[in-house]
């Protein structure tokens, strides 16, 4: 059922401003649009207001006035109390006019509706009724009332509002040859003659902004125009009732307001304040006068212009004392007639939602983390005032679990770090597939990994690398698998650093639907993805005491369970794990588990830091020149002479993966086919140092001059070690707990020998 305020669905942008300013909660979320919820609206028009992408508009009747006036039956127009305040830049005679051209046959003032149901009022007034009696001109209010306070049906005046009344009137005086337009600032009058016990006495409902657009669409400038007499009753003080205080003096209630049996109010606070206290009997007064608008009837939603509450009221005021109106009462309306039905009842229409258990609540609060007390921030971003009753709404099916914004924004995070993951998976398997696997290096340090990468390839041992970052782990494990029987079956490769404890075990294991918040299917995890076949765990030293329990029991039983899952399933995998970080001082330090350890390091393979390895450093250029000439598009086919001396003198502690991002580089900046130091890293240029044996060079730069001085001292200590091991150079080494091609590098580069300390041999 939809009733007179729509949505835009295009339009919403879901920032819930509508769900957060509707007194009662009548907008439910939907995928992608908030909607009204018409039984329960009270046509307050607060959504309308509130929304800026004007997603939310009044059913618009202009149109169905236009059909109405195209047709042979009479047409009258009558003109809500407020007009004076709306259309205050013509006088009420031009408004007329205007009207008349539009096709209106007449014109009435909804003032005279007023007084015709003063007498009704009055009458329930002084019958001394036993219980507050409550207005009921204001339709917002009767449909409060009827729909979220259906306890206090019995306290609304049985009397018809001042436009159904003047409605009927004209309808009685014409048969039913005639249609009623009344014209207004209010909305929720388009609710309200909708009712079954109103229905009939108006045919439409047109706001000010729609008269005034038919106006515009009509090219009719109001002030051009002449002035006409109404055609309706003249009233008397029934122009004053718009505005606050004006029932009252209308209805000559003569208790003045500080009276508490009189109460007149108006406002959304204030109306729903009363009521409230009404419904919980905290006051007992004889009358309660509501308008829900604030101001009264004058700051109606269906409004034309911005003026303040105070200068309207002003402009009702002036009217009414002017008495510059000029009627022409159509004489039919002086006839008598059969008294007036002017009573209404009213119904029972409220829908009662479903109330949630407590256990209820507690679990969709658990949805959205809201597992203690203070998780609950009650921030009202969602639109409701606290978390609770977010929950009940969304257990009533109004709202959405992702309305809560900051679940939402946790959300997005996980996701993102789940989509920089797949993002590295799906890098990692075109690398496999199409990027380089070969392991360049004749130096005695890669020859050895070769060999133990042979032996343990075709095994189906686990294999643990170790080595610092840059090394080539990687490689090795790609290598490893490929040297393999599960070769052509997937190397699934996974980075334990870049997930949540959470999210690696579903990543890992999979599971179930339901599992978790946002585990909305089935999923398989990397296990079962990598059966058949081999998994790499790069970064094993980062992951929790949880998961190193977890890990160490699929590969004692080689059973995998999801997230949630009550089953195991059987896999086949391969497992290669690499790490730098000292996995044996984690155990002695208690981050590691011990029984983890002995599990992964069946088989280690070390791989050497490139500052160990500088035998390959020539061919590793070569390699990644060739790479790199392919990918930057350019053809660079060699590297200078000082170039590769200087990387000699390079400690590399980004390892191979530094040289190839240092090669890259200078092959974007070299202007020919040649690397040259210059297109190297500054650090780079320093490492040459031309004089560092002639501690009486002139000092230049610091660096200069501290790179001297150092390269003086180590050529000290080297002769020291000479000396003491009298020119024995693995002795030496050992001394001096360095490989010894280090020691004969670090010799050669000082050019000493140990033939020179040997005795005898001086
Ligand atoms: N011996 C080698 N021959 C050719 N390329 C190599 C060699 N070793 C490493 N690389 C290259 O160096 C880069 C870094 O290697 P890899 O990613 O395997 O190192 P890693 O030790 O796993 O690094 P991290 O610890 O940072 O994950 C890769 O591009 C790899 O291809």
Redesign the pocket.
């Known amino acids: 059922m939809t009733g007179p305020i729509k949505t835009v669905k295009e339009r919403c942008r879901k920032c819930y401003a509508c769900v957060r300013n509707c007194p009662v909660k009548a907008i439910k979320v939907k995928a992608n649009y908030a909607e009204v919820i018409y039984p329960r609206c009270i046509g307050c028009g607060k959504c309308i207001a509130v929304c800026t992408q004007k997603a939310k508009i009044i059913a618009d009747s202009s149109e169905e006035t236009r059909q109405f006036l195209a047709t042979a039956k009479k047409t009258v127009a009558v003109l809500g109390c407020s007009f004076p305040a709306f259309f205050h830049d013509a006088s009420p005679g031009q408004l007329v006019t205007g009207l008349k051209r539009l096709g209106f046959s007449e014109v009435h003032e909804g003032a005279s509706g007023v007084e015709l149901i003063s007498d009704s009022y009055m009458d329930q007034v002084e019958q001394s009724p036993d219980q507050p009696l409550i207005s009921t001109h204001c339709p917002t209010i009767v449909d409060l009332i009827e729909r979220h306070y259906p306890q206090m049906l019995k306290n609304l005046m049985t009397t018809v509002s001042p436009m159904i009344a003047i409605g009927r009137f004209i309808k009685a005086h014409h048969g039913d040859d005639v249609r009623v337009i009344y014209i207004s600032s209010c909305i929720a009058g388009k609710f309200e003659i909708a009712a079954e016990q109103v229905a009939g006495a108006i045919d439409g409902v047109l706001t000010y902004k729609e008269l005034s657009q038919m106006f515009r669409q009509q090219k009719l400038d109001l002030n051009r125009l002449g002035t006409t007499p109404f055609d309706g009753l003249e009233p008397q003080k029934g122009q004053l009732f718009p505005i606050t205080g004006g029932p009252f003096q209308v209805f000559d209630v003569k208790d003045d307001f500080f009276h508490p049996q009189f109460i007149s109010t108006e406002g959304e606070e204030n109306s729903l304040e009363i009521i409230r206290d009404l419904a919980a009997g905290r006051i007992q007064a004889r009358l309660v006068d509501i308008r829900f608008c604030n101001g009264g009837c004058i700051g109606g939603p269906g409004k034309n212009n911005r003026l303040t509450t105070f200068s309207k009221r002003t402009l009702i005021h002036q009217y009414f004392q002017s008495g510059s109106t000029t009627y022409k009462t159509n004489p039919r309306y002086q006839e008598p007639l059969p008294e007036l039905d002017l009573t209404r009842t009213f119904r029972n229409k409220h829908k009662r939602l479903d109330l949630p258990s407590g256990d209820s609540i507690r679990k969709i609060l658990q949805q959205t983390n809201k597992v203690r007390e203070q998780d609950e921030l009650d921030c009202g971003a969602c639109g409701y005032a606290t978390c609770r009753e977010h929950a009940i709404a969304v257990y009533q099916g109004l709202a959405d679990i992702e309305m809560c914004l900051p679940y939402s924004l946790q959300r997005l995070e996980e996701d993102r770090v789940i989509l920089a993951q797949k993002y590295e998976l799906a890098k990692h398997a075109l690398s496999q597939e199409f990027?380089?696997?070969?392991?360049?290096?004749k130096d005695p340090h890669?020859i050895e990994?070769l060999n133990l990468i042979r032996q343990v390839g075709p095994t189906p041992t686990t294999v643990l690398?170790r080595?610092?970052?840059?090394?080539?782990?990687?490689?090795?494990?790609?290598a490893i698998h490929q040297m393999s029987q599960r070769a052509d079956k997937t190397l699934v490769t996974l980075?334990c650093t870049t997930l949540t404890d959470s999210l690696l075990e579903s990543e890992l294991f999979g599971h179930k639907k339901g599992a978790f918040t946002g585990a909305l299917t089935d999923k398989r995890g990397l296990f079962e993805a990598a059966n058949g076949g081999t998994i790499f765990l790069?970064?094993i030293g980062d992951i929790t005491p949880k998961l190193q329990a977890e890990l160490l029991r699929v590969l004692d039983s080689g059973e995998i369970r999801p997230v949630g899952g009550n089953s195991s399933r059987q896999v086949d995998v391969r497992l290669i794990a690499?790490?730098?970080k000292n996995l044996e001082q984690g155990v002695t330090d208690g981050w590691f588990r011990e029984d983890l350890f002995y599990r992964l390091n069946v088989f280690s393979i070390t791989?050497p830091p490139l500052r160990s390895r500088l035998g390959?450093l020539e061919?590793?250029v070569e390699?990644?020149l060739r790479s790199t000439s392919k990918r930057v598009n350019k053809t660079i086919d060699s590297i200078d002479r000082r170039a590769i001396e200087a990387m000699r003198n390079y400690q590399w502690p980004g390892?191979?993966?530094e040289?190839?991002n240092i090669i890259e580089r200078a092959a974007v900046l070299t202007q020919d086919n040649c690397i040259h130091l210059e297109n190297l890293p500054v650090v780079f240029t320093e490492l040459i140092a031309k004089h560092h044996d002639d501690p009486d060079q002139p000092l230049t730069s610091f660096r200069d001059s501290l790179d001297r001085q150092l390269q003086l001292i180590e050529k000290g200590l080297l002769k020291s070690y000479l000396e003491q091991t009298q020119g024995n150079v693995s002795e030496a080494a050992r001394r001096a707990q360095l490989p010894r091609r280090s020691m004969y590098r670090l010799l050669e580069r000082h050019n000493l020998s140990g033939e020179d300390y040997r005795p005898g041999e001086k």
């Open positions: 990027g380089e696997v070969e392991i360049v290096g890669t990994v690398i080595g610092e970052s840059g090394t080539g782990k990687e490689l090795t494990a790609r980075n790069d970064e690499a790490t730098n791989m390959s061919a590793l390699q990644f390892n191979i993966r040289l190839q």
